[in-house]
């Protein structure tokens, strides 16, 4: 370690953790699509504090993503980790990341696809292990969607992913460090 990163004391901020959020568009419908993509801009471009930026997304391809990392990075207005479940096998990975950064959690925020699968559980950076890991965890509803979950619309997905997400929480027994939201506004505290 360089003496100034021993000096540099860790800052508190939110983290955003953006799980498949590329998605399958061809399996949701195009307004949850538009909803999620437009919240996320507006939360990069109205939050108040630097943010770090957790994202699983494929940075090898041409993609909605890639674009907007290299807009976020350009403008050093939020940091931006790139993770992939195979180096990051578990949230101490990443918060030794988080650390070597120096940047301590405050609320670790979520969206992507899907809802009641990856988001919830299915992957080790997924909202109930950081919930289990003592996180206050925000599920930011509107930039979350779910295709695999049964319902003939979106509306009855979601839904059903939201009750699965929910059961599991409980099943967790992490009820206490989750809040769903759809205010990004509730984020800038």
């Known amino acids: 370690m360089t003496k100034s990163q021993t000096k540099k004391k860790p800052v508190i901020r939110n983290v955003l953790v953006l799980i498949h959020f590329e998605g399958k568009p061809s399996l949701t419908d ?3 699509e538009e909803l999620r993509w437009s919240t996320l801009r ?7 504090k630097r943010m770090l930026i957790i994202s699983d997304h494929p940075r090898f391809v041409n993609n909605k993503m890639n674009e907007l990392r290299n807009m976020v990075v350009e403008s050093n207005k939020h940091s931006w980790l790139d993770i992939d479940p195979i180096k990051y096998e578990n949230i101490n990975h ?4 988080m650390y070597n950064k120096r940047i301590i959690a405050k609320n670790v925020i979520f969206g992507g696809t899907n809802t009641g699968g990856c988001l919830c559980e299915s992957l080790p950076y997924s909202a109930l292990k950081w919930a289990k890991e003592g996180h206050n965890v925000k599920i930011l509803l509107p930039m979350c969607t779910d295709y695999e979950q049964p319902g003939a619309t979106a509306i009855e997905r979601n839904n059903n992913a939201l009750a699965q997400f929910w059961m599991k929480a409980k099943e967790w027994d992490v009820v206490e460090n989750i809040d769903f939201i759809t205010d990004i506004n509730l984020l800038n505290d």
Do not use: N, P, R
Not at 42 to 48: A, H, V, W
Not at 94 to 97: L, V
């Open 42 to 48: 507006e939360l990069l471009k109205k939050s108040k």
């Open 94 to 97: 990443i918060e030794m990341e």
């Open 30 to 32: 195009e307004y949850s």
